[in-house]
């Protein structure tokens, strides 16, 4: 379940050292987990690295955002969906263009959208999914009838270890908004509760969702 991992390559947003994030891993018992640099693949070879050493099995990607808008986040399954990747997001970052709503049809990585992409009632291909925190459970109730809700899965994002480590994001937030602390809007910062989670207690965040 931890497919969404910010390390600090998150610019101005993400509050982890590689090393570090992966030490958590091993603290928690978590055997697989993926980084997702926000717009950035910087942390990926470290992070890789870092994984074989403590025998855990890494797993490479990105999430896309407009600013503060999560279009996706995109997870390759070999290192041909890596270089699909990074073909996608160096295409848009050196021409300056927003990416667009839907990801590329990859041949050799996974899509994962938001909850709330299932409002427009996408077709999803066989590499996309709906993504949905345990935080956002409540939310999935009003999209039971719509199109795509069969490929919801459960997936969890790590940002940072603690309070501390929140409030450290949040002065980063603001200083990419260029605005007070005070002023910060909730949009722009991350949700409180991205933070390590021992696997069996994600389980039983999601026990009532055990079909996904």
Known sequence: ????????????????????????AVELGIGCMALT?????????????????????????VEFRNGDELKYICLAKNNEGFREINY?????????????????????AFSIYPLDFLETSPVLENHEFIGVRFWEIPKTYRFHNKQGFEKIIAIHTLTFFNKIYFNLHRLLRAIDHNTLLSKLPKYAEANPSEWPIEEQKLFENFQYFAEW
Request: aromatic residues 14%; glycine residues 4%; contains cysteine.
């Open 1 to 24: 379940m931890y497919l969404n991992c910010h390390s600090y390559f998150s610019l101005r947003y993400g509050t982890i050292p590689i090393q570090d994030l992966v030490n958590k």
């Open 88 to 108: 996608f997001l160096t295409e848009y970052l050196s021409k300056k263009k927003d990416f667009p709503n839907k990801a590329p049809s990859y041949q050799n």
């Open 37 to 61: 640099d926000i717009n950035n693949t910087s942390g990926v070879f470290d992070f890789i690295k870092a994984c074989k050493t403590a025998n855990i099995r890494p797993i490479v990607g």
